[in-house]
């Protein structure tokens, strides 16, 4: 380490007593600058420090230092630092130094006029040692892990190429126990010590390392938490109905270690937990619920809600609850309409359904009052709702009891009887003397696809392999002479008349007569066919699929067809999904080519009758 002696200050006294006398007529408007004592010398560098009290009606433009090394007061002018500008303290960083050498310097100020020098100080930098790094302060203890934090305040001259922090559960670690590194250079750092043990006593040391070697900080312990089971609420069960319930839950506190599994308990007993449904909510600490389903009606319940961890099952207070009973629907019986001799429509409605589903709805038949399914039962379908349904093979002059029903998980219940009564007799044929008739009719002999015959337009005979044939006779069907209607629906959505999918020719007027039985739908295409008269003539029906397409074969000779449009057939669509129970064949009449539509969508209608 170099001293400071009396033969190597008077170069330095004889240089500033030049520099002075050089200014002596400017003095007045000198700078006035001191300089102080360095600060933090390093082996590579040092902190300088100087100060000017005011600036000069000149103002600083410049300030800062010059400095050398000791031995060499001729290069001092040589090295210069600046500082900011301004007035008052000031100070700057001076790096790239040699170690253990002895440097003057001095604080300078310039104005616009002059420069002027403070006193001359000394520094001497250190020599290069290993770094000088603290451990902090342990600054979070968890279950299985601990943030520690240190500070590498001095790199001892030279880079530090690692620090981090060293721990072991004995007394004075290394970094030959564990170590975790963080990051390298001066300054703070902080680092997670993981895979602790729970409930453990550790020591920790922080370390630095240089060219010069490794150095430790001051040795801290802490000891890790212990964990516990969770804390869980059972917080309610909302919305009971007879089969379901909203159970609601929440972690408050994972003990410390992640949920494995969480959920809720549904269990017969408030204390024994032997005999429970258990139902699993993935998720960690927060509120949870769940909507179960199929539970019992009218039975109590105990729910508990539960969460797991690493040291146990924890349970929420058990809450009790009874599901609800189930409730009857609501039917009405509304109507009977169209009542003739041998039939009538019933008309009925579920206005609500309980809380389960109505799986049958229709109507029981007996001549004695109050009816029930046990006597004859007509079934129509399902759900919340009017229906409708035609009652035929009834006797003549007859009185009938009817009521509506419905059947849900409750059971059946009833509307009120209606009585009725069937007419006593045919109403009388009246031949309308205006409808068009053939000039000529031809004789049975003789007659051909075409003519007007029993009150509509031949369109077919018989052939041998169809119902209705006579061998040395004409039979076939005539079509009526007008639509029937150029509007109407086939009717019975969303119910199958199984025993109406015939297709052949002769299957047109059992197809018919099975859809005006079972189906109450008014102006259905096969009873608006029931219902037609024309030349006298009543027992017109819907064609099925073969003998529409019959019908389509002889348009142009029967006449009248809409070639451009669709008609409906008698013949309901076979398929195998619930939804074919909504479909029915028709023809196109501009091609040829079959369709299926909805029951509800609206074609055209043509009549036959067989002869």
Not at 66 to 89: I, T, W
Not at 152 to 165: A, M, Q
Not at 169 to 193: A, M, R, W, Y
Not at 400 to 421: D, L, R, T, W
Request: with cysteine; proline share 5%.
């Amino acid at each position: 380490m170099h001293k400071l002696s009396s033969i190597n200050i008077l170069p330095w006294l004889l240089f500033a007593l030049f520099f002075v006398s050089c200014k002596k007529d400017q003095l007045p408007i000198a700078p006035n600058v001191q300089t102080r004592e360095a600060i933090n010398p390093r082996a590579a560098s040092v902190t300088l420090q100087g100060s000017n009290a005011s600036e000069d009606l000149l103002g600083i433009t410049e300030r800062g230092f010059y400095y050398a090394d000791h031995n060499k007061p001729e290069e001092l002018l040589k090295h210069k630092v600046n500082a900011s500008a301004g007035v008052g303290d000031f100070a700057a960083l001076v790096t790239g130094l040699t170690a253990e050498t002895l440097y003057s310097f001095v604080a300078f100020a310039k104005n616009s006029e002059t420069t002027t020098l403070g006193t001359i100080k000394t520094f001497s930098t250190r020599e290069y040692t290993l770094p000088e790094v603290s451990t902090d302060r342990i600054k979070n203890v968890y279950i299985n892990s601990c943030q520690v934090a240190g500070i590498v305040g001095y790199d001892g001259g030279k880079f530090v190429s690692e620090r981090g922090f060293c721990f072991s559960t004995k007394p004075n670690p290394t970094i030959q126990d564990n170590k975790v590194p963080s990051g390298f250079g001066e300054g703070p750092f902080d680092n997670l010590l993981p895979g602790l043990n729970a409930n453990t006593s550790y020591y920790v040391k922080s370390y630095a390392i240089n060219a010069l070697g490794i150095s430790y900080g001051d040795e801290l312990n802490f000891t890790t938490n212990n964990f516990s089971p969770p804390i869980v609420s059972s917080n309610g069960v909302n919305d009971v109905t007879n089969t379901t319930a909203n159970l609601q839950g929440e972690v408050l506190d994972n003990g410390g270690d992640n949920i494995s599994e969480r959920g809720f308990l549904l269990c017969p007993d408030k204390e024994d937990l032997s005999d429970c449904q258990k139902f699993i909510i993935p998720g960690n600490v927060g509120a949870y619920r769940l909507v179960v389903t199929n539970l019992k009606t009218n039975v109590l319940y105990y729910m508990r809600a539960f969460a797991t961890n690493k040291k146990g099952t924890a349970y929420g207070a058990p809450i009790p609850f009874t599901t609800g009973d189930y409730t009857y629907a609501s039917v009405k019986t509304v109507s009977v309409s169209d009542i003739a001799i041998h039939g009538a429509v019933l008309t009925g409605t579920v206005t609500a359904e309980g809380n389960t589903p109505v799986t049958e709805k229709g109507f029981c038949v007996s001549i004695v009052p109050n009816p029930t399914i046990n006597n004859l039962k007509f079934p129509v379908a399902i759900g919340k709702g009017p229906f409708s349904y035609y009652l035929a093979n009834l006797s003549e002059n007859k009185t009938y009891y009817i009521v509506a029903y419905a059947i849900n998980g409750k059971g059946v219940v009833y509307g009120s009887a209606i009585s009725f009564k069937t007419k006593s007799s045919l109403p009388v044929v009246i031949i309308d003397p205006t409808s068009p008739v053939a000039p000529t009719n031809p004789s049975a002999e003789t007659l051909k696809i075409g003519d007007f015959h029993q009150g509509g337009v031949i369109a077919y005979f018989f052939k041998e392999t169809d119902p209705g044939y006579v061998r040395g006779e004409q039979h076939g069907f005539v079509v009526s002479p007008e639509d029937v209607s150029k509007s109407t629906y086939w009717g019975c959505q969303g119910f199958s008349i199984t025993k109406a999918r015939a297709e052949y020719i002769g299957s047109g007027k059992m197809n018919s007569a099975e859809i005006v039985r079972m189906c109450g739908t008014p102006n259905s295409a096969a009873r608006l066919c029931a219902n037609y008269t024309y030349g006298g003539y009543t027992d017109w029906f819907l064609p099925s699929k073969d003998e529409l397409n019959q019908i389509y074969l002889q348009a142009d000779k029967i006449g009248g067809i809409d070639k451009t449009d669709l008609y409906w057939s008698s013949t309901e669509y076979m398929g195998t999904t619930i939804t074919d129970q909504n479909i029915a064949w028709l023809q196109l009449f501009i091609d040829g080519s079959y369709r299926e539509a909805r029951k509800n969508e609206l074609y055209r209608v043509r009549a036959i009758h067989y002869f």
